[in-house]
């Protein structure tokens, strides 16, 4: 169950990549950072898409603030399945909406 959770997770996090974007775009990424401190957890995001020869950085239209609560429980449920404690993590998608992954430790 918890690959599966994670994969949502995912999941989740781009289709608000994908809202923020807009139609046409033919990629976008963004890095996220975790940091875990006495008492809390904070998410940081740097986020921009592709539209034609130009890379546009934008906002993740994302009012309610729940990618931070994605982030976090990924980030915990990888701790608890791998051992391994990230600190970011760059998530491309392309056009065809094939996405990846990279973790930074």
Known sequence: MTIQRQIELLNKIVGV?????GA?????????DHETYEGGWSVGS????IMGANRISGRLDDPEDTLSDF?????ELMKVHTGGDWTSFLLTVDAGGKAATKFYY
């Open 71 to 75: 982030v976090h429980e990924l980030h």
């Open 24 to 32: 046409g775009y033919s990629g976008m990424e963004c890095e996220f």
């Open 17 to 21: 990549m994908h809202a923020s974007a």
């Open 46 to 49: 740097n986020y921009c898409y």
